[in-house]
């Protein structure tokens, strides 16, 4: 069973305690909710770069082009 | 070391880990409070786990801006939770050298007062290979209440591994 260390900044108490079944299941719902928003975003970043590679084919130019061009 | 610069408490984690450092009762009588973490995480798979903060009990209304470079490539992202870390772990890609640690410094101002609060993150991961993160993050949260309490967890619901350290301190303006 996984456990928390709380930390009582009043009294300087230190306790180690189980999670409860609710918190388990809170951390387990807040690990979806994270990995949700990372495959967000990766897919955002995927479509970025197809937008980019698209461009650059219509271009007719090549990245190290364009970055020669930008620099 | 101004002696305006006061550690409240801090924490390591045992053997075998654990889910949070969880600071309460945290005194409302400084100015502003900075959190120092070292920290790595237990996830064998997958990529790099995260570390986040929980204030007052609660993970909702955080907004950040992140500000990434990882060795070959930079990237600035958004994003809606409380992350403010990368943290090195066991397995998965990319891999991180036994026993590195991320190192976190988190700057909250103003964290008895009655406004929204922002808060400045840098971390960095530590890896003996070519790839490792450098972070800056702006993290919002958009509640007006006083921090009383703050939380740090995995972002993937593993543990934070043994000898993961938190320190908290109390800066004062006067």
Redesign the interface.
């Known amino acids: 069973m ?11 108490e ?1 306790t ?1 305690v189980e ?1 409860t079944s609710e918190e388990i299941a809170q ?2 719902a ?2 979806k ?3 949700a ?2 495959k967000a ?1 990766d897919a955002e970043s995927v479509a970025q770069a197809k937008v980019k590679a698209d461009v650059l084919k219509r271009l007719g130019l090549t990245e190290n082009e364009v970055k020669a061009l930008l620099s | 070391m101004a002696n305006t610069y006061t550690l409240i408490n801090s924490a390591t984690a045992g053997s075998g880990g654990v889910a949070s450092f969880d600071f309460t009762s945290i005194p409302q009588t400084y100015t502003d409070l900075i959190l120092t973490i070292s920290a790595r995480s237990s996830r064998t798979t997958g990529g790099t786990d995260g570390l986040r903060l929980e204030i007052n009990g609660s993970s909702a209304n955080f907004t950040y801006i992140l500000l990434d470079g990882d060795g070959s490539s930079a990237q600035s992202a958004p994003g809606s939770s409380g992350l403010v870390a990368q943290l090195p772990q066991a397995g998965g890609s990319p891999g991180y050298t036994a026993n590195t640690f991320a190192s976190t410094s988190i700057y909250l101002p103003n964290y008895a007062g009655s406004n929204n609060k922002s808060f400045s993150i840098d971390t960095t991961t530590e890896n003996n290979a070519i790839s490792s993160y450098l972070d800056l993050i702006a993290l919002f949260w958009s509640q007006t209440a006083a921090i009383s309490s703050l939380s740090l967890k995995s972002t993937t619901a593993n543990n934070l591994v043994q000898y993961s350290t938190a320190y908290l301190y109390g800066i004062s303006n006067s």
Do not use: H, M, S
Request: proline content about 4%; hydrophobic content about 30%; overall charge negative.
């Open positions: 996984p456990t928390k260390l709380i930390i009582n900044c009043e009294t300087g230190q180690e999670l951390r387990e807040d690990a909710a994270y990995e928003e990372v975003k």
